[in-house]
């Protein structure tokens, strides 16, 4: 049996087009691109602190710029 890994480029992360959120529970949204994990929101004490495959982006003030990071990453 053969693992491919997706490619950890820009352009890979973004093929699936916009990011859909949904919230999962209080404080927390799951972002799927194209069918696909794309990567999760979590509401902090600091902020709204953005994570794709368990990478920190940042934390951010609001949750409309922590979606924003995703579109920057």
């Given at each position: 049996?053969t693992i491919a890994h997706a490619s950890s480029g820009s352009s890979a992360r973004h093929a ?58």
């Amino acid at each position: 049996m053969t693992i491919a890994h997706a490619s950890s480029g820009s352009s890979a992360r973004h093929a699936g087009g916009a990011i859909q959120w949904t919230t999962v529970q209080s404080g927390l949204w799951v972002g799927k691109a194209a069918g696909e994990f794309a990567g999760m929101i979590e509401s902090r004490d600091d902020g709204f602190a953005a994570i794709r495959l368990s990478e920190l982006l940042g934390v951010y003030e609001s949750l409309a710029a922590a979606k924003a990071a995703f579109a920057a990453a």
